[in-house]
């Protein structure tokens, strides 16, 4: 495997590999079951046989993970595949020395010419990096993060022909102009060069506003403060059951790198166009009503009902006034988990102060402690991802205190 990883092991081999291995098991004779089930983990019902297509391409995750990693994190021969990387740096639109700053937080990528012979353990990894999608990508970048992000080769700037101006290249050179934090202290700060402060003034203009250096972060008086949060950690009973709704990501911008999104991002010129990151903003407004209600969301044992199994999921509202219950039926496709996690959705769509109450007390107990770190790990190991995807959306997106 390590000699894979450094050579690149041929498509060839791997098919040859894969062929003997059939061979092997099915004796040279027509296998009684489709090769994808059979090479499945024992738990599905298949054999658990090793992928080494994919094995090997785990190791080049591992690899890049270390290569993207931030700087006081990272191995030294990363610094030296970053030189590497630079000088096969994409021929149109010319990138400029002092514009390389870092392969993933800028739109530049490496050429894909026959001229441009990038070492093969470089190359793999790289193409690796660009099937499984790495990104950088947050819920809500802090404007600490938004101005340490490179502003030469911005991501989401569309027009890549600014940064080779004459004045963008006094901006860097006279100017020592480096992040969007440097170019909007620049601007504010004001210069003699009144030219080279309009430049400034229109690639500012072009930063998209979840990357904007100078946003301010949402403030609902619903995140929890410091102290707040110093006295969750240290037990307090009347505060750790609330959660806090903040999403604001303030650490460095290597560190909210990610991989196996979705859909394709910049790394793919025929989707550069794409900017928008890929996990859903939401932006809550500040609570009108003060009332509390108290949600009691329970779910039933399945029941057959026309050949479908189905759920029966309730929510009882109690608030002062009112005391009423709303019946759901939710059609079981996984497993019961998931109409637990439907009707507490249903609780969340709720507007105002809530007290979320539920009989599966391991849920909730996910849901408080473990849901932010896996939010971060996209759900990866998650049954019913999409399902829990929807719950932290609306757990951000609530306009209200929860209390679960």
Known sequence: MYLATENEMPKDI????????????????????????????????????????????????????????????????????????????????????????????????????????????????????????????????????????????????????????????????THKIKTAGDLEDFIEKGSRHWYCKKLAQKIMEKIPIRLHPSKKEIDDNLDFTPRRIRREREGDNELQNIIDPNTIDDRSPEKAIRIFGSYKRYKDKKTRHETKLQMTPVNRTRLVSPDIMIIYCTTTEPEVINNRLWHSAGIRIITANTDETKTHKIDL??????????????????????????????????????????????????????????????????KGQIII
Request: charged share 30%; net charge positive.
């Open 14 to 173: 791997i098919k040859r590999m894969t062929t003997q291995m059939k061979t092997f098991l099915w004796d040279g004779k027509r296998p009684l079951m489709n090769w994808t089930d059979t090479a499945e983990p024992r738990k599905k019902g298949g054999l658990d046989i090793p992928d080494i297509d994919a094995r090997v391409e785990a190791i080049q995750i591992m690899w890049l993970k270390k290569y993207l990693a931030p700087p006081q994190e990272r191995p030294v021969w990363a610094f030296v595949t970053d030189q590497i990387v630079f000088k096969f740096a994409q021929k149109a639109p010319a990138v400029k020395e002092r514009n390389k700053i870092n392969w993933i937080l800028q739109s530049w990528d490496v050429t894909k010419t026959k001229e441009g012979k990038v070492p093969n353990y470089i190359k793999t990894m790289l193409k690796v990096g660009r099937k499984y999608n790495v990104r950088y990508d947050v819920i809500s970048a802090s404007k600490t993060q938004r101005r340490k992000m490179p502003i030469w080769h911005h991501i989401g700037v569309l027009d890549n022909y600014s940064w080779n101006k004459t004045l963008a290249i006094c901006l860097r050179s």
């Open 333 to 398: 496709k996984h497993l019961r988990e998931s109409a637990d996690l439907l009707i507490l959705i249903e609780a969340l769509k709720l507007k105002g102060n809530i007290i979320i109450k539920s009989n599966r007390t391991d849920l909730i107990t996910d849901i408080k402690q473990n849901i932010k770190k896996w939010e971060k790990d996209d759900f990866l190991q998650k049954d019913n991802s999409e399902t829990w995807r929807e719950l932290a959306y609306y757990i951000r997106k609530h």
